[in-house]
């Protein structure tokens, strides 16, 4: 079982910066294949980035050019950096941590308003 912690949510204007962080409770970090979603009510969630055990990283058509995720193994911690916000990037933001099962976080608000 791996638990994962979001954080770094909160409110931002359009055009601001987020980093958002989620620490993994797991002694093998490095193997896990990582993922941020995010859900806007009335919505599906969505895939917003993936970065692979190996590094490799994959991007949501909506946010590409935007976001940037990375990950430290040294501190079980995978990271996304979020910039240029728009008022449509407003979800919860949710951690999954994938390998002989997937994992997910409880999530985080991202606002992004005026």
């Known amino acids: 079982q791996v638990q994962l912690v979001e954080s770094g949510g909160g409110l931002v204007q359009p055009g601001g910066s987020l980093k958002l962080s989620c620490a993994a409770s797991?002694?093998?970090?490095?193997?896990?294949?990582m993922g941020w979603y995010r859900q806007a009510p009335g919505r599906q969630r969505e895939l917003v980035a993936s970065?692979?055990?190996?590094?490799?990283?994959n991007y949501g058509d909506s946010v590409k050019g935007r976001f940037t995720i990375s990950r430290d193994n040294t501190k079980n911690t995978v990271y996304l950096q979020m910039s240029s916000l728009k008022p449509d990037d407003t979800a919860v933001y949710f951690c999954?941590?994938?390998?002989?099962?997937?994992?997910w976080g409880r999530g985080t608000q991202v606002t992004v308003s005026s």
């Open positions: 970065i692979t055990s190996g590094g490799t990283t």
């Open positions: 797991t002694v093998i970090f490095s193997v896990y294949n």
């Open positions: 999954s941590a994938a390998y002989s099962g997937t994992y």
